[in-house]
């Protein structure tokens, strides 16, 4: 599912896994099966000559030990020791419990705290078994057999109860983020799941169902620790494990452990000794002792802290590009290019015009009318200059963006080409929408002036720095706009639970293999339809016609079980987007990062990043400190 990209380092949404090892026939069949939603020539490769000399692990291995089933890496074996340290900006996490996280600071931080059954392989983007052993698919029928003897950091064993309670009572309840359970609906209903014994659970969809298995990536939580929180209701649920918790009393399944949040300062993790990675010497992982993610005020600050060697990781920006490039020979770090981002920038449009629980507008009913002409929004689209974002927010390192899919997506509409400003062509569109400029000033049919606030996360400077750009390009129409740059989750709070906001400058996580992750945005009940969110339980059928098709669309995408037959449908989707403009996408910047060269086992791909295999990466023993 998307959820709110801040501006954070972490783990992907790939964690890295292992392939299963079974008869060769049965091998074939369900690799066939897998790979049916990924083009036969997918290949995602860097564009830098950085990784030319990186030798990629083999597939991970399943290895029994004393009735242990273990998932062992083939990456090389490292050091035991020392911490990585990694930024994030904004105020940290809101939440450690993986089933209600709705940013991505925050599924980030409890990413590091629990496993699903399933992940992504991180170069070939093949579903592989996590805590799973392995997994068979037989139609609509899905059978997942679990580890055996591994355990929660408690010690007691994770076992299939633990898998139904997540599903049963989590998941399928709608407790937490509701997007999961939408996600995982066919055709309106639920899959049935079915414990066949202690280690083995089989789920059953209405009908075959593409995305299903990316599915069950999601965080596999203890029952025995869980369950006295979801009985007491839902908003019980949504406060157990908030950022006060004691560190001591979580239990997880993570690589990682909990030991310290410190607000507004640093989250430090610490190595879960009980694992269930081993490395080649059948030794447990993660290697590192700590990973420490250093809340940073804002991107500035980032760079003088990486600078000063407290930070073993940067997000290089398009400005500093060249500076770190030219030192990097020199230099403690090395620099890889890890292509287009996965997420998506955008400018949201605010279409609401509901009444909240107190008989109040949302939105202001003269900004509800002219939000919700498509010409005011095509001004907007043909106002905002791309180009010059490129140029001089990400000094070239970034490329335009018109679709609601990544530019590395598999999914991309190549039909979209886009176009440059035109601000006569804007102003057209505003003259059709019935908006006149007298003196400089734009005004609407009714003699209103044409003024709104815009709003983006603080202490991002990128998102700063386009905002006082989409302010100059919008005033330039004749418009005013307040621009108010806010903490991040004060801002994602305004978004999803009060409508009171006009224009917003956002991002969104993505997948460049599943556009239904994308269900929770374009589902017009959808959680994160921000740009015309419904309140929960709205039963009143106000839906544009082109929400409608879109709702069809992300029916019909899923229920068509190869890259062929999707990839039209998705393509339709990206068209309405594009010809509607409730979003208005910006560019998408390279993403460019730098790490100490003293870690080991870096193994970077477009698809994950640079630092999805925390629980490999090792430091060499001379920098062990």
Known sequence: MKKYWGKHWGKHWGKLGSAFLIILIIALCLKACIRADIPEDYTLKLSDSSIDNIVYPEENKNITIK??????????AGNFGGELVISTIGEGPKTFNPCNTKDATSSSMAGM??????????????????????????????????????????????????????????VFKGLGNPSSM????VEGKLPEIEKIDDYTVKFTTAKPFAPFLRQLSYPIVPKHYFKPYSDKGESEFNAFLNPNTPPEEIVSNGAFKLKEYVAAQRVVFVRNPNYYKINTKDERLPYLDKVVYMIVGDTN????????????????????????????????????????????LFLIINLNNRKNNEGKW???????????????????????????????IAQGVAKPLFTAESLNSIYLNKYIKGHPKDKSVAEKSLEKAGFYNKNGILYDSDGNRVEFDLYTNAGVLERE????MIKQDLEDLGMKVNFKPIEFNTLVNKLSNTNDWDMAIMGLTGSPLEPHDGKNVWKSNGPLHIFNQRPQNYTVDDRLEWEKELDEIFEQGALKLTFEE?????????????????????????????????????????LSGLVYNLDEIYIDKGEIK
């Open 465 to 468: 720095a386009l905002g006082v």
């Open 362 to 392: 949302n939105v202001d009913p003269k900004k509800q009318k002219w939000f919700g002409n498509r010409d005011f929004r095509a001004a907007i689209d043909w106002a905002v200059d791309r180009k010059n974002m490129v140029q001089n």
């Open 182 to 185: 939408e996600n995982m609906k």
């Open 566 to 606: 999707r990839k039209p449908i998705y393509d339709r989707y990206q068209t309405i987007i594009y010809n509607q403009k409730p979003i208005i996408y910006l560019y998408s910047p390279i993403r460019i990062a730098a790490i100490r060269k003293k870690f080991k086992n870096i193994f970077p791909t477009p």
């Open 301 to 344: 600050n980032e760079i003088l802290k990486f600078e000063a060697g407290e930070l073993d990781l940067l997000s290089i920006r398009g400005e500093n590009v060249a500076r770190y490039k030219i030192k990097e020979p020199e230099s403690d770090y090395k620099i890889y290019n890890l292509g287009p981002d996965t997420g998506t």
């Open 67 to 76: 009735g242990v089933d273990f998932l062992q890496t083939q990456a090389p």
């Open 113 to 170: 705290l629990y496993d699903g059954l399933l992940t992504t392989e991180p170069r070939t983007g093949e579903v592989i078994p996590l805590l799973a052993k392995d997994f068979e698919v037989n139609e609509n029928d899905y059978i997942i057999h679990l580890r055996h003897g591994i355990t929660w950091t408690d010690g007691k064993l994770i076992t299939a109860d633990d898998v139904m309670y997540t599903y049963k009572e989590v």
